[in-house]
């Protein structure tokens, strides 16, 4: 029996791309809920902010930023291959997707 | 036959959403890495989002790209991962897309009314 391949690039950016589409949508409704405090006004808003100063919270923005950049990266490369005619760009784009999630997130953790 | 129509046009409308939301996120990450900086605080950002119209409009079109962007997703990962497919999980994705739009121009309007 054949099995999948798995462990190549192309496997992982795969992973990456649905794991991190799957938390940024989990992430989503929190993200609103949060923003809706302002309907009760400035200064509850300001109370939520106060909260998230927490370092285990700047911990999990720097993740969900990194996450963002990934899925971002990552689906720009999909419709590169989808859309366009040079596959063997592949790795290439893979690795460019990578980056650019990487420094994203580093923009943001030393900028918090 | 109508299946199949029906799995192009998601499959189409995931492309489609993908290519805004490339460009709104593109967007929101640079405000998030130039907002953070000194930290956020409620009025500064109620007066980022009160200073245009289209800064509340940008973002509408924003959440309408997610909600979707994000329900099929969902629906491809219920099928391929859980082998949940047809009425049931169409269904339930679509609530769950309805409900983040839902959620996301509540925001949208909380900070920009």
């Given at each position: 029996m054949m099995r999948p391949a798995r462990n190549h690039p192309a496997y992982w950016a795969f992973l990456v791309h649905r794991l991190s589409g799957l938390a940024l949508t989990l992430f989503l409704p929190a993200h609103f809920l949060a923003l809706g405090t302002a309907l009760q006004g400035e200064a509850r808003l300001d109370g939520f902010l106060r909260w998230t100063e927490r370092p285990w919270v700047i911990a999990g923005e720097w993740i969900l930023v990194m996450l963002l950049a990934a899925h971002l990266a990552g689906g720009v490369r999909l419709l590169a291959l989808e859309l366009m005619p040079w596959r063997e760009w592949q790795k290439t784009l893979a690795a460019l997707a990578a980056g650019f999630a990487v420094v994203a997130g580093l923009l943001f953790a030393l900028a918090r | 036959?109508?299946?199949?129509?029906?799995?192009?046009?998601?499959?189409?409308?995931?492309?489609?959403?993908?290519?805004?939301?490339?460009?709104?996120?593109?967007?929101?990450?640079?405000?998030?890495?130039?907002?953070?900086?000194?930290?956020?605080?409620?009025?500064?950002?109620?007066?980022?989002?009160?200073?245009?119209?289209?800064?509340?409009?940008?973002?509408?079109?924003?959440?309408?790209?997610?909600?979707?962007?994000?329900?099929?997703?969902?629906?491809?990962?219920?099928?391929?991962?859980?082998?949940w497919r047809g009425a049931s999980a169409n269904a339930v994705v679509s609530l769950i897309g309805l409900v983040l739009l839902a959620l996301g121009l509540r925001a949208v309007l909380a900070v920009s009314a």
């Open positions: - | 036959m109508r299946d199949a129509r029906a799995e192009v046009f998601l499959w189409a409308a995931q492309r489609v959403t993908a290519v805004f939301l490339a460009f709104f996120v593109l967007v929101h990450l640079a405000t998030i890495v130039y907002a953070v900086r000194g930290g956020l605080g409620a009025a500064e950002i109620l007066a980022r989002t009160h200073s245009s119209l289209a800064i509340p409009l940008f973002y509408a079109l924003f959440v309408l790209a997610a909600s979707i962007h994000g329900a099929i997703g969902l629906r491809n990962i219920a099928a391929e991962w859980l082998g």
